[in-house]
């Protein structure tokens, strides 16, 4: 059989100025976040160029690969590896990601998708309009005209969940959040109302969105929580929701921020503060703490220490209200100062800062201790001082065995391999006996 040779893709290791060897690394890397493991070596690449197709999974990881490379979206059939499969990149159908989301048999295909890392920074004013679409989609059901008495609902529900994560974690919030898009706001936002309820509504779906985004992201599904981050993007700007759709940039800020991707974590960040120029004293500090985490991670260490500065004068202004989802306190403020200066490499700094913010949080925010607490104990633990990471580690546990959190995963599979890397001290020993009691537990569940 007779291939044709895939010149689009020689042209796309030529501008990247890679060989085989360079390319079938960076696919085997990438191809672990969409949980796959591969082992490509340069023979393979040698087969694709000739015109050899890789397995279907395979082909949009190789088109990210050139996107994070390249700065720029790159498809699967720019790459001569066939048609773009529906669904391989964010802003996708919001019917099809609820439905898809909420059904336990297809969740493990979704936490799979690729995060994009060189999806395009939007402007308030420069979205496409997909919602249209995805409505048609929708049957109104038994509801064919909603009030504000439904805009209510989805707001107090938004309330609720963000309550459920913080007190039982994502695990057991995002597929609530995900049933209640699918079969509640989606009919709602179908049905009829005045334009006034139905531009409420999109803006109420669009925080219940953001967050469900916000919740996908910290169960490492990076994938599917930028899909939620874009269409809550797109409702926020049907809606007129100035506040979301800042929130929902930040948010895709702070995910590239762990990723990561500096420079798009920046540009993510400074985004969403141009689209706030008349933003208030909390949601500014909000803003500002993000933007000075990404200069830090460019290693802007002037801008970012303006930033923070900013942060903290607009931060004394705010009133003493504080908003359920995306609200910024002292604690935060902290959580930022700790994250520029382990960016620019003042260790020490961050755990001082880091252990500020825990002594102002709330007493009720255990998903964010929970963090705090494993961030600061592999700190602690890397600087050395391994009798208080232990204590660190210690509370974190007390959490860890009450939450569902892939993100506390992340933290508890870090302390595995501190205790076991770690010659043992007393301490060390005692934490490593509770450590092999809780991975216990949680093999048992």
Not at 236 to 247: E, I, K, L, P
Not at 350 to 376: C, D, K, P
């Amino acid at each position: 059989m007779t291939r044709t040779p895939n010149r689009q893709l020689a042209a796309l290791l030529a501008e990247a100025r890679w060989g085989n060897d360079q390319l079938a690394r960076a696919v085997n890397r990438t191809g672990r976040d969409a949980g796959l493991e591969l082992t490509y070596d340069h023979s393979a690449v040698s087969h694709w160029l000739k015109g050899v197709r890789p397995k279907p999974a395979v082909r949009p990881v190789i088109a990210e690969v050139f996107s994070r490379r390249l700065g720029r979206p790159v498809t699967v059939q720019e790459a001569g590896l066939g048609p773009t499969p529906l669904g391989s990149k964010p802003g996708g159908d919001l019917v099809d990601l609820v439905r898809s989301d909420m059904d336990p048999s297809r969740r493990s295909m979704l936490t799979a998708g690729l995060y994009s890392a060189a999806l395009l920074v939007p402007g308030y004013t420069e979205l496409a309009h997909r919602l249209d679409t995805a409505k048609q989609e929708v049957r109104a059901g038994r509801t064919v005209r909603i009030g504000e008495s439904e805009v209510e609902t989805v707001r107090a529900m938004t309330v609720r969940i963000a309550g459920i994560l913080d007190e039982l974690g994502g695990g057991h919030a995002r597929p609530m959040s995900a049933a209640f898009l699918a079969n509640t706001v989606m009919p709602w936002l179908q049905a009829d109302g005045t334009p006034t309820v139905k531009k409420s509504m999109l803006a109420a779906a669009s925080d219940l969105v953001y967050l469900t985004g916000w919740m996908a992201m910290y169960e490492r599904a990076h994938g599917l929580g930028q899909q939620y981050f874009t269409e809550a993007l797109t409702l926020a700007q049907d809606g007129q929701d100035h506040v979301t759709y800042c929130r929902t940039l930040r948010g895709m800020a702070l995910q590239a921020a762990n990723l990561g991707y500096g420079p798009r974590a920046l540009e993510y960040a400074d985004a969403a503060a141009e689209c706030a120029p008349a933003a208030g004293p909390r949601l500014t500090a909000f803003l500002r703490g993000q933007q000075a985490h990404g200069a830090a991670l460019v290693q802007d260490q002037r801008l970012a220490f303006t930033r923070l500065s900013q942060t903290e004068a607009a931060l004394s202004k705010a009133d003493g209200r504080n908003d359920a989802v995306g609200g910024y306190d002292w604690s935060a403020y902290h959580f930022h100062v700790s994250s520029v200066l382990y960016a620019l490499g003042d260790l020490p700094g961050s755990i001082q800062a880091m252990r500020q913010s825990n002594r102002v949080r709330s007493a009720n925010e255990r998903q964010g201790r929970l963090h705090a607490n494993g961030v600061l104990a592999a700190r602690q633990w890397e600087l050395g001082h391994i009798e208080a990471a232990c204590l660190t580690w210690g509370e974190f546990l007390d959490d860890y065995t009450t939450l569902a959190t892939a993100r506390g995963d992340q933290h508890f599979d870090v302390l595995r391999q501190s205790v076991i890397s770690h010659p043992g001290s007393r301490a060390v020993l005692r934490l490593g006996e509770r450590v092999r009691v809780v991975a216990a537990q949680k093999a048992a569940v």
